[in-house]
C-alpha cells in the first residue's frame, strides 16, 4: 500500500500533535500510512518520561508536555521533522525494528552526503563524531505508530545549552550544515522521507 506523504510546512506543534492523535485514533485497517514534513516554531517538549529537572534555562520558549518516548528536545525552524503515521501490526514490524529503520534513514541519507554516522543501541537516535544530529520518539496506539523524527540540518542550535538533550548531562549536538553540507530544509526532509519508505517497502 502506497505511503501518503504530506508537505505541512510551519505549524504549532499543539496543533500537529493533536491531529496525529486524531488521525491515529480514526483510522482502520485499510487505511494508508502517510509521513508529514513539518517545522515548529521554537519549543521544547517533554516525552512521557520526561523530567523537569533536564531543563535548565529555557527562557521563554515554551514547553510541552508530549506522549511521545523519550525525553527532552528542542525543535525550531530549520530542522527536519517527519512524523510517521504507520501501522506497524500491517506492516509486521516492531517499536524497536521501527526506531532502527528510522535511526537507518537519517543514517543513509548522511552518507550520501559523505558523512559518517551512527547509531546507539542505548541511546536512540544518530551520532556524528559523538554529537547529536538525530532524534526519535514514538508513540504506539491500536498497532499505529504516531511522533516520529528530528534532524538538525540548519538552525539555532544554542537552546540545546539549556537543557540535558534527551535527559544526557553534556550531550552535545550537531546539524547538517555545521558539517559543511547546505540543502534547503524541505528538499532534505523529502529525500530523507523517501529513504523511509524504500526502506519501509523492502
Known amino acids: 500500500m502506497p505511503v501518503t506523504v504530506r508537505h505541512l510546512?510551519?505549524?504549532?506543534?499543539?496543533?500537529?500533535?493533536?491531529?496525529?492523535?486524531d488521525f491515529t485514533l480514526q483510522r482502520h485497517d485499510d487505511t494508508p500510512d502517510e509521513l508529514?514534513?513539518?517545522?515548529?516554531?521554537?519549543?521544547?517538549?517533554?516525552?512521557?518520561?520526561?523530567?523537569?529537572?533536564?531543563?535548565?534555562?529555557?527562557?521563554?520558549?515554551?514547553?510541552?508536555?508530549?506522549?511521545?518516548?523519550?525525553?527532552?528536545?528542542?525543535?525550531?525552524?530549520?530542522q527536519v521533522?517527519?512524523?510517521?503515521?504507520?501501522?506497524i501490526k500491517r506492516l509486521n514490524i516492531n517499536i524497536r525494528q521501527l526506531v532502527s529503520l528510522l535511526e537507518q534513514a537519517?543514517?543513509?541519507?548522511?552518507?550520501?552526503?559523505?558523512?559518517?554516522?551512527?547509531?546507539?543501541?542505548?541511546?536512540?537516535?544518530?551520532?556524528?563524531?559523538?554529537?547529536?544530529?538525530?532524534?526519535?520518539?514514538i508513540r504506539i496506539k491500536n498497532?499505529?505508530?504516531y511522533h516520529g523524527l528530528s534532524f538538525n540540518n540548519a538552525m539555532d542550535l544554542t537552546p540545546f545549552n539549556f537543557i540535558n538533550p534527551c535527559?544526557?548531562?553534556?550531550?552535545?549536538?550537531?546539524?547538517?550544515?555545521?558539517?559543511?553540507?547546505?540543502?534547503n530544509t524541505t528538499e532534505l526532509a523529502s529525500f530523507m522521507s523517501q529513504a523511509i519508505i524504500t526502506a519501509l517497502d523492502t
Open 81 to 87: 521533522i517527519i512524523y510517521t503515521l504507520l501501522d
Open 143 to 145: 498497532s499505529c505508530s
Open 9 to 21: 510546512g510551519l505549524q504549532d506543534y499543539q496543533t500537529v500533535w493533536q491531529a496525529m492523535q
Open 167 to 183: 535527559g544526557y548531562k553534556d550531550l552535545k549536538v550537531t546539524q547538517l550544515a555545521d558539517l559543511g553540507v547546505i540543502i
Open 36 to 78: 508529514w514534513i513539518v517545522e515548529h516554531p521554537a519549543v521544547y517538549t517533554l516525552g512521557l518520561n520526561g523530567k523537569r529537572e533536564h531543563l535548565l534555562n529555557i527562557g521563554d520558549i515554551p514547553v510541552i508536555h508530549s506522549d511521545r518516548g523519550g525525553q527532552v528536545t528542542y525543535h525550531a525552524q530549520g
Open 106 to 137: 537519517m543514517i543513509d541519507t548522511l552518507a550520501f552526503y559523505g558523512i559518517v554516522a551512527i547509531a546507539k543501541a542505548d541511546a536512540p537516535g544518530v551520532y556524528v563524531q559523538g554529537k547529536k544530529i538525530g532524534s526519535i520518539g
